[in-house]
Structures are given as structure tokens and as C-alpha cells.
């Protein structure tokens, strides 16, 4: 089944204790589509500058992820630049230009309305609901978002959260939006402004599951942990969590039924693609990935978590 996502399409400067890279192709769709890609059918909405070009457009193509969406307006393309400096769990941002994504208004193209799974990536929320509301048919719909939504387009985020299924978001995050530091009980108030399942990404220590307990059942959500893989290198942490969620959503789309246990295995590829993702710098990793490498790798985190 296909996901369409939207998201930003973006350029990222970035430092990490391994080095650093100017200008490279980013961006949380980006992230996400590539992941996805290995598993399903992918249709990208984003807007990008004139600096934009062929080599960047490639990486798509390579993928055969639909690109049809991705507008091209006059002025630059979305830049973030963050370091990795002090904590590699936890990007510090030093710029966001939205750029050309200020005056955005994504039109969501004829091909892409039949898509059953829908990813509201990291982005403003007002364009996330937008793109929510205008396909109104889609079967489960997921998102994510970050700190400096959660902390200056408050009400936007509350809106867009009412009609979304799963929202993956970072344990700080988490904390920060529910305002409450027991990641249970943080869990538990998300929850309760929309999404029925939440799961909480805890960079080099995996991610949490939670779904929503049933109306007669208070406090007995179910969790499931999934763990990250330990690397002997962590090259750039950017990218991990939209690669993990491209890897989860990718596997659930990819499957006949969403089952809890279509859930559980989902929760290991988002492990496995966010794995890959911080083994180099940007999207590199991922762009010269293959499916036998994923399976392998999916190998290895059943050895390290199963006990028979
Ligand atoms: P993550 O998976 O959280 O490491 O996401 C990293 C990506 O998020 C980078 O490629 C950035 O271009 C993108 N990004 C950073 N800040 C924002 C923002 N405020 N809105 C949308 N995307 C962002």
C-alpha cells in the first residue's frame, strides 16, 4: 500500500564529533521516503528552491519514490544547521530558515489520493493538518514533530494531533509536551489528545510503544520496547528518528493486516533503518543501501533480544 508523506525537503550544515558536512540533502520527508522506500510505495508532498537540482532530484529517482508532489519555487530551499556536539542523542540547532516553505501550500496531486497510510513528517502543523484534511479517505495516519513546534505553534501541534493514529516523537519531546517528566504518565496525557498509539524514540536506547488502554481498563497501556542497535560509530545522528519512522510506517504499509504483531516487527525495521541512517553522514547511508543488508541487520537485532 502506498504513504504518501509530506515534510521538508531541506539543506542541512551539520556537526558531529566526526566532522562536519555544509549543505547537504536533508530534510525529515527525505529521511522518511528514502527508508520507506525498501518496503513500499512512496509519494513525497514538499517544496523546494532553485537550488534544488538534478543530482539532488536523483536520490529520489534512484529510490522510484513519486516525487510528483515536491513543488519548485522561486527563492531557497528549507536550511537547518545543528550540531551533535555535547550530546549525540539530542540535536542542538544553531539555524531554521524555512525559506520557501513559509509561503507553502501543498496541493496534493491527482496520483498520490489513493494512498492508504498517510505521514504527517516534521514540519509547520499548519501544513500538516492541511495535508490531513485534504485526504480525508486515508486508513491510518502517523506523525511526527519536534521541540520548536511543541514550544511556539502549541495550539497548531493540538489540532493536527486529534487526527492522528500514531505520533513518534523523542522522549524529551514527549516530556515536553505532555509537561510531565514520568515518561509513563507522559505517555498516558499524549495519548489523550489524540493518537491512539505514541512511540517514544530514545536515540542510542531504542523505542517505546505505547497504545492507548481500553476505556474500562485505566493505566494499563501496552508498551513494547524495541532496542537500537549498539555501533562501535555513531557518524551523524540526523535523520535517525525520520528513518526510523520511515522503516515502521514502510513495514506497516508493506503488510496485509496491521496487527499488534505487524506492529511489534515494524517497531525492529524503524530500528534497523535508523541503525543504518547515522553510519554516515545526511542521507549517504541509506542512498547506497540495499535490501539484503536491512534483512541482515534485522537478523542481528533478533539475536541480540531473543532469549531462545
Ligand atoms: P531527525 O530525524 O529528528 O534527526 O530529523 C532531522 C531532519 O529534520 C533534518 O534533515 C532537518 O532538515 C529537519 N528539520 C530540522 N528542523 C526542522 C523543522 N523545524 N521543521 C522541519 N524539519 C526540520
Not at 550544515?13 to 566526526?18: G, K, R
Not at 531557497?76 to 551533535?84: A, C, D, L, N, V
Not at 500538516?128 to 479517505?137: F, L
Not at 504518565?185 to 492507548?212: C, D, W
Request: charged share 25%.
Amino acid at each position: 500500500m502506498a504513504i504518501t508523506v509530506v515534510g521538508s525537503v531541506a539543506y542541512d550544515s551539520i556537526e558531529t564529533p566526526a566532522g562536519r558536512r555544509d549543505r547537504c540533502l536533508g530534510g525529515a520527508a527525505t529521511y522518511f521516503s528514502l527508508a520507506a522506500s525498501f518496503f513500499t510505495d512512496v509519494r513525497v508532498i514538499a517544496v523546494v528552491g532553485e537550488d534544488f537540482g538534478p543530482r539532488q532530484q536523483s536520490v529520489f529517482d534512484k529510490r522510484k519514490i513519486d516525487t510528483r508532489g515536491i513543488e519548485r519555487a522561486a527563492g531557497k530551499s528549507f536550511f537547518w544547521e545543528g550540531s551533535y556536539l555535547e550530546n549525540l542523542n539530542e540535536a542542538k540547532t544553531h539555524k531554521t530558515d524555512l525559506n520557501v516553505f513559509a509561503s507553502f501550500e501543498p496541493k496534493i496531486p491527482d496520483a498520490y489520493r489513493d494512498s492508504e497510510f498517510l505521514f504527517l513528517a516534521n514540519i509547520d502543523p499548519v501544513l500538516q493538518r492541511r495535508v490531513r484534511e485534504a485526504m480525508p479517505g486515508v486508513k491510518l495516519v502517523a506523525g511526527d514533530t519536534m521541540n520548536y513546534w511543541i514550544k511556539d505553534h502549541r495550539p497548531a501541534l493540538l489540532e493536527v494531533l486529534k487526527g492522528l493514529d500514531i505520533l513518534l516523537i523523542n522522549d524529551t519531546e514527549a516530556r515536553m509536551l505532555a509537561a510531565n517528566n514520568n515518561l509513563v504518565q507522559a505517555a498516558r496525557a499524549v495519548m489523550a489528545m489524540g493518537p491512539s498509539s505514541l512511540i517514544v524514540k530514545h536515540g542510542e536506547y531504542g523505542a517505546t510503544l505505547f497504545h492507548k488502554a481500553p476505556a474500562n481498563a485505566e493505566g494499563t497501556e501496552r508498551t513494547f520496547r524495541a532496542p537500537a542497535l549498539p555501533l562501535e560509530e555513531v557518524v551523524d545522528p540526523t535523520g535517525a528518528g525520520d528513518s526510523f519512522a520511515g522503516g515502521f510506517f514502510g513495514y506497516l504499509a508493506s503488510q496485509p493486516e496491521v496487527t499488534p504483531a505487524a506492529y511489534r516487527n515494524a517497531m525492529f525495521y524503524g530500528s534497523v533503518m535508523g541503525s543504518f541512517a547515522v553510519e554516515r553522514f545526511g542521507t549517504e547511508r541509506l542512498q547506497m543501501l540495499s535490501r539484503d543488508e536491512i534483512d541482515a541487520r534485522f537478523g542481528a537485532f533478533r539475536e541480540l533480544t531473543h532469549l531462545d
